[in-house]
C-alpha cells in the first residue's frame, strides 16, 4: 500500500512537546498524515545528540508545550463590561430634538 501523503504546514513549523521513555522532549510539527484505519501521525523535527532528526509520532504521543513558571489566573476586570449608552437622557436632561426628514417630491422617473 502507498505512504498516504503528508499534510505540512503553511508557514513556520509549530512549537510541540513529544513523549518518549516518559519524558517530554521539546519538538517543531512539520506536518500530518491520516492513515486508513482513521489514526493520525505528525511529523515532527528535534535535535538529538547534536544532530536533527525528523520522525512519524502518534497523535496522542505529542501536544503543545507546557507554559514555564508559575501559571498566573486572569486577571478580572472591575470595569463594568459594557458601558451605557451614550445617546440615553440623563433624568435631569430632555432629549435633544431630533430633525424632521426633508419633503421631497415623488420619483417620478419611471413613468
Known sequence: MPDPEMTALAGEPLPVEFSHGDVWHPAVLLGWRH?????????????VGGLRRTAWVPLPDARLPRPVGPVRAPRRSTAPRTRPDLLLPDRDRPLPSVPRPRAHDDDLSWV
Open 35 to 47: 492513515a486508513a484505519d482513521g489514526t493520525c501521525q505528525l511529523r515532527l523535527q528535534f535535535v
